[in-house]
C-alpha cells in the first residue's frame, strides 16, 4: 500500500530520474563478440553514466545487445541517494515517542519502508526510466530521419539556363542494371523529347577476364563517344538500388 501512493511514487520518481545511473558490462559472450570494429562497442563499457546524459540513439544500442545477451545493464541509484531517500521517508513516515510500542512500530515501519523502496518502488523507476529511454532515443532518431528526408525533398528542382547552350544541350539520363538490355544511356534534348539511345552492357563489370575486360573498355570509349557527340548539360543517373553507385564511379571514370 505504501508503494502505491500517488505522492510517495512521485517523490521517488522525481529523485530515481534526476539520480538514477546507467552501467553495461559485457557477458561472457559479449566480452569476445564485441571487439573495436564491433557496432556496440561504444556501449560496451559504460560506468555511472546518468540518464540525462543520454540525448541520442546509444540507449537502442544498448537495449539491442542487452536483447542479444551481450551485455548486462544496470540501472540504480548511487547508496548515498538512497540512504538520503530512506532517511527522508523515516522523518516522514516514523512516528515519535519513547514509549516500547512506539519503538516497536518504529521498527516495523522501518522494514516496511525498506521493502517499498527495495523491492517495489526501485524495481519500478527502473521500468519506468527504460520506457523514457527508449522513448527519447527513438524521438531522437526519428527527428534525425526527418531532418534529413526534409534536406532531400526541399531540394529545389533543377532549373534549365535559358541560353543557347542550354537549349542546344539536354540531359542524359543513366539507368544500371542486369537486365536484357542492361546498362543504359538515353539523351533528351531540352524539351525532353528523345534524341538517342545506348546500351553499355559490360561498363560495369568487375570480372578480370579479358575477354569481359576488353567489352568494358569497348563500352567506356562508347560511353565517351556518346557524351562527346551530345555533350549534355546535366547527367541524370537513376538511384533505385545500390548498384547505381558502381555506375557512378564508372561514369565519372570515364569524364
Known amino acids: 500500500m505504501l508503494s502505491s501512493e500517488i ?38 563499457w559504460l560506468r555511472d553514466k546518468p540518464l540525462s546524459k543520454f540525448e541520442d540513439s546509444q540507449w537502442l544500442f544498448i537495449q539491442k545487445a542487452e536483447e542479444e545477451k551481450l551485455l548486462q545493464v544496470k540501472i540504480e541509484l548511487p547508496d548515498h541517494t538512497i540512504n538520503e531517500l530512506t532517511m527522508t521517508c523515516k522523518d516522514s513516515y516514523l512516528k515519535d515517542g519513547e514509549g516500547i510500542s512506539t519503538r516497536i512500530w518504529n521498527e516495523q515501519r522501518k522494514l516496511i519502508m525498506q521493502d517499498a523502496i527495495s523491492n517495489f518502488l526501485l524495481p519500478a523507476m527502473e521500468k519506468d526510466a527504460r520506457a523514457l529511454l527508449n522513448a527519447k532515443a527513438k524521438n531522437w532518431l526519428l527527428m534525425k530521419y526527418a531532418k534529413e528526408v526534409w534536406n532531400r525533398v526541399s531540394v529545389a528542382p533543377y532549373l534549365k539556363n535559358e541560353s543557347d547552350t542550354a537549349q542546344k544541350n539536354g540531359v542524359m539520363a543513366c539507368c544500371g542494371g542486369n537486365g536484357k538490355p542492361g546498362t543504359s544511356f538515353v539523351m533528351l534534348d531540352s524539351g525532353g ?18 575477354i569481359d575486360q576488353q567489352s568494358k573498355k569497348n563500352d567506356q570509349q562508347c560511353v565517351l563517344k556518346f ?15 545500390a548498384f547505381c553507385l558502381r555506375l557512378r564511379e564508372e561514369i565519372n571514370e570515364v569524364i
Open 227 to 241: 557524351l562527346t557527340t551530345y555533350q549534355p548539360r546535366v547527367i541524370v543517373l537513376g538511384a533505385d538500388n
Open 7 to 44: 505522492p510517495f511514487r512521485k517523490y521517488v520518481r522525481t529523485i530515481f530520474m534526476d539520480k538514477a545511473l546507467v552501467s553495461t558490462s559485457p557477458t561472457i559472450k559479449g566480452n569476445t563478440t564485441i571487439d573495436s570494429f564491433h557496432e556496440f562497442a561504444g556501449v560496451k
Open 193 to 210: 523529347k528523345l534524341v538517342d539511345v545506348m546500351h553499355a552492357r559490360s561498363l560495369t563489370l568487375r570480372s578480370l577476364n579479358i
